[in-house]
T-cell receptor, first 113, second 112 residues
């Protein structure tokens, strides 16, 4: 398995609270992605990064922000969590060998009450 | 707007049968077509991928068939096994932007 960890793996929070999810990789891959997965919607890209401090929005970026201050870490922040952000969040990485293959982390299950 | 349309949404196959999942795309700039497999509680993992310069790619029991003129590609799982029960996603990518466009997934159940 690619060296990708996500933390926390499970989180329950209340509406209106800030939440930060962390993705950590040991593969020195250039590209990192945050997806959310919901029944009936498949995988939807939230934000992605193509290098340190280089990030861009995906298709469902509203309510989310990201930061990447070093190659190995990509943080996803929900500034003020809402119940619609209850989901499973996956981090992915790609780019070491010039292929487009994305390697996924184990996911974080977030419940916003 | 769904740029990659995947069907069926769910599929039930008997052990030993052939599972077929189809995807259609619209953007002719797409040049990389992977299939990912996801087991419950896990992240998706690359299963097999194809580029449009070939019409078929086979890896073990898994085959991708690609029809460039019809803008369709499909995954065939031969001799389907209960261990193949998972959700399968097709995807597509154009150039080097490294963003995949995903189908909505197919939940496959292989009955023993």
């Amino acid at each position: 398995d690619a060296g990708i960890t996500q933390s926390p793996r499970h989180k329950v929070t209340e509406t209106g609270t800030p939440v930060t999810l962390r993705c950590h990789q040991t593969e020195n891959h250039r590209y990192m992605y945050w997806y959310r997965q919901d029944p009936g919607h498949g995988l939807r890209l939230i934000h992605y990064s193509y290098g340190v401090k280089d990030t861009d929005k995906g298709e469902v970026s509203d309510g989310y922000s990201v930061s990447r201050s070093k190659t190995e870490d990509f943080l996803l922040t929900l500034e003020s969590a809402t119940s619609s952000q209850t989901s499973v969040y996956f981090c992915a990485i790609s780019g070491s060998s010039g292929t487009e293959t994305q390697y996924f982390g184990p996911g974080t299950r977030l419940l916003v009450l | 707007q769904q740029q990659v349309k995947q069907s069926p949404q769910s599929l039930i196959v008997q052990k030993g049968g052939i599972s077929i999942i189809n995807c259609a795309y619209e953007n002719t700039a797409f040049d990389y077509f992977p299939w990912y497999q996801q087991f419950p509680g896990k992240g998706p993992a690359l299963l097999i991928a194809i580029r449009p310069d070939v019409s078929e790619k086979k890896e073990g029991r898994f085959t991708i068939s690609f029809n460039k003129s019809a803008k369709q590609f499909s995954l065939h799982i031969m001799d389907s096994q209960p261990g193949d029960s998972a959700t399968y996603f097709c995807a597509a990518n154009a150039g080097n932007n490294r963003k995949l466009i995903w189908g909505l997934g197919t939940s496959l159940a292989v009955n023993p």
